[in-house]
């Protein structure tokens, strides 16, 4: 069974600062992967996915991820972080099988200090 | 596009009381996802559907958990009895097919005293 491994529980930054998020997951096969955010008070939305192509991906607001599949990594970035980021983060792996079994990491909660 | 919908936004119950959950997932989506998000963890699968077919539902308890997905549109979660433990948001989401973006709802956050 895969399982989704999300090394920071909790990272607080100033504004301005630069974010990296660790996501490892376990599974041999392929895989799709996606980083969720939850921003205070609203549902769990995309931020950026990747299923093939470019291991580096772009999503919203400036994040980015970097897939680098001999370590079983797809951790997310950006340059500069703003107190609007200030949000939960949770990446999520589908087995790219015909229908696909979902697994979610226990999230990183980011606060950014203004 | 309208989101996916959820019913009732909160819950309580005593232990042994039975409660029930709705889902409206997006107009065409054939992929519904049922996840239980105890505080503190992420969301964890109970069960997926594909148009109206159980895809996976390793993860449900079946003694007191069940679940239905009326003709691939709405579906249904129900607990009976709940348990002290099945206090958590649970969140529906719903998707074009099963491996693409899922699309969540509100959730419904249930207290079990």
């Known amino acids: 069974a895969q399982s989704v491994s999300q090394h920071n529980h909790h990272v607080i930054l100033s504004e301005a600062a630069s974010l990296e998020l660790g996501c490892n997951y376990s599974y041999g096969g392929t895989v799709n992967l996606f980083w969720y955010v939850q921003y205070p008070g609203q549902h769990l939305q995309l931020l950026l996915k990747y299923f093939s192509g470019d291991p580096l991906v772009k999503g919203i607001k400036g994040f980015e991820a970097e897939f680098i599949k001999s370590k079983f990594s797809f951790n997310l970035r950006k340059p500069s972080v703003q107190w609007s980021d200030t949000a939960e983060y949770f990446c999520a792996v589908i087995v790219n099988t015909n229908a696909g079994k979902s697994t979610f990491g226990d999230g990183t909660t980011l606060t950014v200090k203004p | 596009e309208a989101g996916v919908a959820q019913s009732p936004r909160y819950k309580i119950i005593e232990k042994r009381q039975s409660v029930a959950f709705w889902c409206n997932p997006i107009s065409g989506h054939a992929t519904l996802y049922w996840y239980q998000q105890i505080l503190g963890q992420g969301p964890k699968l109970l069960i997926q559907f594909q148009n109206n077919g159980v895809v996976d539902d390793s993860q449900l308890p079946k003694d007191r958990f069940s679940a239905e997905r009326l003709k691939g549109v709405d579906s249904t979660l129900k607990i009976q009895p709940a348990k002290l433990e099945d206090s958590a948001v649970y969140l529906c989401?719903?998707?074009?097919?099963?491996?693409?973006?899922?699309?969540f709802g509100p959730g419904t956050r249930l207290t079990v005293l």
């Open positions: 989401a719903s998707g074009r097919w099963g491996v693409d973006t899922q699309y």
